[in-house]
């Protein structure tokens, strides 16, 4: 196509979407003497167009394309699916369920690797009613396709269809998660647990949740396994993480060792896992938000948040220190945030000037003013208070003079006193004149 011809095609297709009936009717006829990978989208937006005249113009251009040439439905598809809940989006909805069901073999093909997951969603659950496309393909999709919901429904459909038993066996090494899962439980259904046990290990926890399931339904307790795996050294922070999911508290003891190890994911993992036992007091964990490892302490910061309000405050501000590291400082300020508001205000105030964390206590202590102040009731104390009006008088906060105001009364501190503006000697001095105007007109009578 030449250049001329794209800005023709252009502004047709632009005028197709004017506010104009119209207009829009006008860029229909046009439409009607493109191509279809122009005019077939287009067309399919003005099919539930709301004026009847663009309507019936697109649907009788849109069947005469169908008719002769029915894989003309996949460049409508994704317009029918997302306009099918409007008033007048039945119409093509229903044809384009009709015309992907009557495609062959290879056009259904190209609608599972269409761009849209809206059609790729479609396509799927027609071939998967119709058992018309092979098992490879279904395994591709169940691996390789961006949409979960799609992976989902092709590994459902590849273990709905008869399989051997060696057939089942290779998608215990499949990358889909899906099929991993639905293998171990096929398996375990023929009483085969070998698999379940080993999935007990798989880095995706759908798998491990479909082994432990497979081992309970056999009356076979998963804990022992990762107390086996632990003990041994294998796959320590799954093992880790399992043995928190399925053990008891007294398991502690194979946990607790690995606090130490040089590992920063075992130690992150050892930390989850004393946790999901009970058995990670703040005490355990305070310690770990000066791990040199920041996605430990992110961990730990992350689990003591629900009992931030029992932190002692003098520890938390420690670790505030300009001396401490980039994450534990940012850690203690998420845990003073989540204690309570009065320490959350005092916070965000004290650090707005801070070089490193001064953007973030900005950002919430407006997110705070604007929407937690209005809800909250402040108590502070008289050296609480000193230390609020000293931070705001930096200026620093970043707040607006209303949110300045509001802040400053709900904490009991006076408004802002602004200055006075001044006079604005132009319009003093025309009113001046009205009124010597008028005292003279006064006088005259």
Known sequence: MSEAAERAAAQVLNAAQSASGYIREAAVRQLTAMPDDIAVPALAVRAADWVPGVRRLAREDLRRRFDRDPEAVLLAAPA????????????????????????????????LASEQVSVRRVALDLVAASGRVSTDTLVALAERDPDTRIRDRAAVTVFGRPAAEGDVRRFLRSRAAGLRAHAIAVL??????????????????RVRSAARAALQKAGESPAPHYRRALTTGVALPVALIGLGETGSPDDASFARPLLEHPTPRVRSAALRCLSALGAAGTGTLMPFLTDPAPGVVSCAARLLLPSARDLALHDLQALLDAAQPAPTRRAALRLLVARDRETRLLADLALTADLLLGERARDDLRTFVDQDLPRSYLRLDPDQLDAARAHLAQDTHGLTGRGESALRSAIGLPPVEEPEPEPNILLVTRIGGVLRRFDGRSNRR
């Open 188 to 205: 375990a259904d023929a009483c085969d647990l070998d698999p379940a046990r080993v999935g007990l290990l798989d880095k995706t926890s």
């Open 80 to 111: 029918a699916l997302a306009l099918s809940r409007r008033e007048q989006g039945a119409w093509l909805v229903d044809r384009t369920m009709i015309l992907l069901a009557q495609l062959d073999d290879t056009a259904l093909r190209r609608a």
